[in-house]
């Protein structure tokens, strides 16, 4: 999964209109699969409201 469908359930962390985390863009050809985390990974680990989320998803689609 991409790091932005992670990101996306929590309005919080979307600091970026959904169309800018599109990472490939066809019509332009030196924009491909490009993106560009505006969290650190210190942000990531400390949201335990995110990671429980997280967890939750990957429970219900019982992935591990």
């Known amino acids: 999964f991409p ?3 992670w990101l996306s359930p929590d309005a919080c962390w ?10 490939n ?3 332009i050809p030196n924009f491909y699969w490009k993106y560009r985390m505006h969290l650190n990974v210190e942000q990531l680990i400390e949201n335990e ?4 989320k997280i967890r939750q998803l ?3 689609s019982q992935r591990r």
Do not use: F
């Open 3 to 5: 790091l932005q469908d």
């Open 14 to 23: 979307r600091q970026r209109p959904a169309e800018e985390e599109q990472i």
């Open 25 to 27: 863009v066809p019509a």
């Open 49 to 52: 409201e995110l990671n429980t």
């Open 58 to 60: 990957l429970q219900a």
